[in-house]
Structure formats: structure tokens, C-alpha cells
């Protein structure tokens, strides 16, 4: 079985750990620590892009692959992520058609993570770009397990955007799908209020309206975003096979969302893994119903990187969090309670979400290992 966490050593060198003089001594102090907490596998680099590429098509992948000896000698194994769900600045700023408009038409702005459109012919060539030069730099290290693809998928409401790539795709895959507006104007009852069409360029998106879009079109828009999501993953995962074959692809699901299709997504990794993050709360089922959907979406006579048929937890809750309607501290033995959850539901790998509380950025108030 595999067992762990999720490490970040970019925000574990000088000045936040180290000297100045050795600025990366902390990641061999928390390889021993992790070891003596019988852990053997870390998650990284899921978050990097703009530490790895701080200009275009200047890469430095050194740093990682120092971490990643210092995992080795360790006998800790990687799940090395795909960044791309946190485009560096510069990205969005030279290229601003890559960030996502909302149901009004207006951007939301760089300077978090999750700030592109997944229709974004540009933003997919630059994914394509950072993917393959972080497999042809890290693809054959020693100490790597799995591949992560992005992270998040769909969160903070991202599944979909507005922009005009968007409508494109959105309008190919109606006519894909009803080959004739006649088709699409019946099975979508258009005619109701009269918003019957005669071309498929005229189909709008699901945006801002004084009421409330015809519940046909806006099934049809979640169907077509979570095919969008799905093939912007496959998209990474067919780059990664071909680069890296014989180490698997997965992407943290979150079971209870509704961004995607599951049951597609998994169709495209090689194996199903989820965050949990657990909370006592009025409807306790619902922690038990997430691990039961992941235990339905693994493939039969599909390994996971432990060699077993079983799911893994990639984020599980280590403490309080800073997003969830109450952020309570956790009881003693609240975390262990958990994990005997997420074992007898089926989990065969359990990687915590963090290590170490970090001291910099938004999620400086997560609980850690």
C-alpha cells in the first residue's frame, strides 16, 4: 500500500526554510521525517509552472529533479503533477484570450490558479508545450510512480467558460450531436417562448439572461463542458503515455461534483483517485457515498500503482481547511477515524493534503501532517 502526502518544495527553501548557504536542506529533514512516519510516496509539482517556465520556452526542471533525487534516496516514490492548472502571470498576460469569461462576458483575471478556458486553442499548445518538456526532463527518473494530469479539474466553477473558442466548440458539438437544426429545434422544444433557430451558429450559451435558460440547452451545456474537460485531459494523458509509457495517468476526482461526466474521465486514466475531505456533519452517508462512486468507477483488471484493483485517496483531509462552511479544528483522532473510512471503503493508496501547514499564499491556513 501506498501512503502519504502532498509535498511542495518550492515553499520549503531560503528564506521560508534553510540557509542561505544551503537553501534546500529542509526537503532531506522532512524526507527522513516522512519516512519515520512510514510514509513512502509524495505528490509534487502540481502547482510549479511558473517556477519551471518563469519565460517562454525557458525551462529549469533542475530543481524538481533535486527534490525528486532527495525522494529517492529516501525510498519515496513521486506522483509528479502536470501545473497546468495554475498558468504563471506572464502566460495570461501575453496571451489574454486564454482566461475565462464568465456568464456576463467579463475575464476572470490571473493571479490564481484555474484562470484559463479549457477551448483555448492557444492555452492547449502551451500545455502541450510544458507537458512534454517536463516528461523528457523527469519522464525516466528513478523515484517516479504516476503522473497527476492538472488539479482541481472544474473547481471554483471552471468547467466551463464563455469565450467565443467556446461557442465554437459548443456549436460543432450541437451539430454533432442533432446533425440538423430541425432535430435540435424538437428534441431541445424550442419553440417554446419562440427561441427556435435556423442555424446552429445561432444556439447560445447558457450565459446572464433576465430569466432562466430552456433546461434542455443548459443539460446539453453540462454535457458538453464535461466533454470538454474530459478531452482536455485525455489530451495530457495521450502526451504522457507516448512519452512516458508504462507509468500511469490519473486526476484528482472529486465524486459528489457535478463538472464532469466520472464515469468518462475515468474511462481516459489508467487509474481512479479522489479527495476526500471528510468532515463530521449532519449527513455522515455523504463521506461514505464519495469512496462508494470512486470503488464503482475502478476498471476491472486495472492496477493501481500498488499493483491491487483499488482506488486511491490522493487528498485527504490532515486538518482544517480554509474553504469549507465551517473550518474546524479536528479532535484527536478525528484524522486516524477517517482514514479507517477511507481503507474500508476500498482505498488502497492515501496520500494527505498537506505535509506541513505552508507559511506563504491562500491556503497558508490549511492544517498539515
Request: charged share 25%; net charge negative; hydrophobic share 40%.
Amino acid at each position: 500500500m501506498y501512503f502519504g502526502s502532498d509535498y511542495h518544495p518550492e515553499h520549503w527553501v531560503y528564506p521560508y526554510a534553510g540557509t542561505a548557504q544551503e537553501p534546500e536542506t529542509r526537503w532531506k529533514r522532512d524526507a527522513e521525517l516522512m519516512v519515520a512516519a512510514n510514509m513512502n510516496v509524495v505528490r509534487m509539482g502540481e502547482f510549479a509552472w511558473g517556477l519551471y517556465e518563469r519565460e517562454e520556452g525557458k525551462y529549469d526542471f533542475d530543481w524538481m529533479r533535486r527534490a525528486m533525487d532527495v525522494m529517492a534516496e529516501a525510498g519515496i516514490k513521486v506522483v509528479l503533477g502536470t501545473p497546468t492548472a495554475a498558468p504563471p502571470i506572464w502566460l495570461s498576460q501575453k496571451y489574454p484570450e486564454i482566461l475565462p469569461l464568465d456568464d456576463r462576458g467579463l475575464p476572470r483575471r490571473e493571479g490564481t490558479r484555474r484562470a484559463y478556458c479549457m477551448n483555448s486553442n492557444v492555452y492547449w499548445d502551451c500545455c502541450k508545450r510544458l507537458v512534454t518538456a517536463l516528461a523528457q526532463a523527469l519522464g525516466r527518473h528513478p523515484a517516479l510512480l504516476a503522473w497527476q494530469i492538472d488539479n482541481g479539474l472544474g473547481g471554483h466553477h471552471t468547467e466551463s467558460s464563455f469565450n467565443e473558442e467556446t461557442r465554437r466548440d459548443w456549436q460543432a458539438w450541437l451539430k454533432a450531436k442533432y446533425e440538423t437544426v430541425e432535430r435540435l429545434n424538437e428534441q431541445m422544444g424550442s419553440r417554446f417562448w419562440g427561441q427556435i433557430v435556423t442555424d446552429f451558429a445561432q444556439v447560445p450559451m447558457p450565459m446572464l439572461a433576465p430569466t432562466v435558460h430552456n433546461p434542455a440547452l443548459v443539460l446539453d451545456w453540462m454535457r458538453f463542458s464535461s466533454d470538454t474537460c474530459v478531452a482536455y485531459v485525455k489530451m495530457q494523458a495521450d502526451l504522457l503515455h507516448e512519452l512516458t509509457p508504462g507509468v500511469p495517468v490519473t486526476t484528482n476526482l472529486r465524486a459528489l461534483s457535478r463538472h464532469y461526466d466520472h464515469f468518462d474521465m475515468a474511462e481516459v486514466l489508467d487509474f481512479v483517485s479522489l479527495d476526500s475531505y471528510a468532515t463530521i456533519k449532519p449527513k455522515p452517508a455523504e463521506n461514505a457515498i464519495e469512496l462508494d462512486i470512486m470503488r464503482s468507477l475502478r476498471k476491472a483488471g486495472v492496477r493501481t500503482p500498488g499493483g491491487d484493483e483499488g482506488f486511491w485517496v490522493i487528498e485527504a483531509k490532515a486538518g482544517h481547511v480554509n474553504w469549507q462552511d465551517v473550518n474546524s479544528l479536528l479532535r484527536p483522532g478525528v484524522v486516524r477515524l477517517f482514514a479507517y473510512q477511507l481503507l474500508s471503503r476500498g482505498a488502497t493508496g492515501v496520500l494527505y493534503f498537506f505535509w506541513r501547514s505552508p507559511r506563504i499564499g491562500s491556503e497558508k491556513f490549511y492544517g498539515g501532517v
